[in-house]
């Protein structure tokens, strides 16, 4: 017996994905154009199917020559990009998974809107627009500062907030230029201009519909919104907790996400939560972990039980009470120190009592930038507490030993 995945996340719950599925006695096969994108396929022996992913009837075809030989019992994926291709193969084989014109309103993020706004969910302002002086007027009519936003992507890649017309102008020229994203796949000529929501942002991790956990997220400083935090569950009353839980279900019900994971990000100012947006997927930026050590809900395990048509694991119950997480960046141009420094910071940062773990993803002596999106991350520190406070504090303290690895670069 095999489950599908179809490519996957280079980092975070890619690889537990296949994980989960030998943990159920499921064998899983990589999908994929190139499995050399991914480490953790040596490392773990994982096997694999070549095929060109960004053609649904070349995945179909793959599943099929699989299926030949192996019983398939479902398909997915940890990725954002090929949801839709595993959404659109699952139901073309007969196996359980998401409403494939569901998963593509989502992806579309103009579509989304769109839907959002005739379901009456409190979202923000916005335009679609292909050009410059598109997007200069929508930012006239909204008034700065403004969001510019690609209709399709994750980890806030292309995302900026513009102050002015000179800022607009400049990201919407580079948003109207992108063909391909980072996958070489090819995308949209329109971008998004929105309104530039105020308030604290937090997500809701929805599972078949139904809200289970809010999370506070950080972000760093503006105009780009690198995520460079996450405390699990959120510190806020739960009156508040509700109305975010309550807005994130309206909002995947508008989409007809009643299939498995969706991470719903959204803005509470006040007592007014509005929906940044809603992803067809696990979240990123290791909440799932998060939710597991703070909740003892194994979202990626339920996910991928979900996919074999079994149904969620019963919650272990709280094992910690709450999780947090703090992602080391770089504030300006740097050089990560060598490997005796780096290796005794890590060293150092796991013997904090409450830290459960620290890494690294840069190289050690590589030159690293300014984060813009999720790939300017360097490495994270995740502590587990009885209170989230408590984990905050452990986890702020752990990524501030670790940010002495960044050096100034050499002149």
């Not at 391909?180 to 929501?197: I, S």
Request: proline content about 7%.
């Amino acid at each position: 017996m095999t489950l599908l995945l179809v490519e996957s996340n280079t980092t975070g719950s890619g690889r537990l994905f296949a994980r989960s599925a030998r943990d159920l006695g499921i064998e899983p096969v990589l999908v994929t154009a190139d499995p050399g994108r991914y480490p953790y396929v040596a490392l773990d022996g994982l096997r694999t199917e070549l095929a060109d992913t960004a053609d649904r009837d070349a995945v179909l075809a793959a599943a099929r020559r699989i299926a030949a030989v192996d019983p398939v019992l479902g398909v997915t994926s940890s990725s954002e990009y090929y949801i839709a291709v595993a959404a659109a193969t699952s139901r073309a084989l007969g196996l359980p998974g998401p409403r494939e014109e569901a998963i593509r309103t989502c992806r579309d993020k103009a579509a989304q809107r769109r839907r959002l706004g005739e379901a009456g969910v409190p979202q923000p302002r916005y335009e679609v627009v292909r050009d410059v002086p598109g997007a200069l007027a929508a930012a006239g009519r909204i008034g700065f500062p403004v969001v510019l936003k690609p209709l399709q992507g994750s980890g806030s890649l292309g995302v900026r907030a513009c102050a002015n017309e000179e800022e607009t102008t400049r990201h919407a020229a580079a948003l109207a230029a992108t063909r391909v994203n980072e996958r070489g796949v090819a995308v949209p000529p329109d971008f998004l201009v929105e309104e530039m929501l105020p308030g604290a942002e937090f997500s809701v991790e929805v599972f078949g519909g139904a809200a289970l956990v809010v999370v506070t997220k950080h972000l760093g400083e503006p105009p780009t919104f690198v995520e460079t935090g996450h405390d699990v569950p959120a510190a806020v009353p739960s009156a508040r907790a509700g109305l975010l839980r309550e807005c994130a279900e309206h909002a995947v019900a508008a989409l007809g996400l009643d299939w498995g994971a969706a991470h719903v990000e959204l803005r509470l100012d006040a007592d007014r939560p509005a929906v940044v947006e809603v992803n067809p997927r696990l979240a990123g930026g290791m909440i799932p972990d998060l939710v597991r050590r703070a909740c003892g809900i194994d979202l990626v395990a339920d996910q991928v039980r979900a996919a074999a048509g079994l149904a969620p694991a019963a919650a272990d119950g709280p094992r910690a009470g709450a999780a947090a997480i703090r992602f080391l960046t770089a504030g300006h141009d740097a050089v990560l120190a060598g490997p005796e420094l780096t290796d005794g910071l890590l060293g150092a940062v796991r013997e904090i009592p409450g830290v459960v773990d620290a890494v690294l993803y840069a190289a050690a002596g590589s030159q690293v930038t300014r984060a813009v999106d999720f790939r300017g991350r360097l490495g994270h520190v995740i502590a587990e507490a009885a209170s989230v406070p408590e984990a905050v504090h452990i986890a702020e303290r752990g990524c501030d030993l670790l940010s002495r690895s960044l050096q100034a670069v050499p002149v």
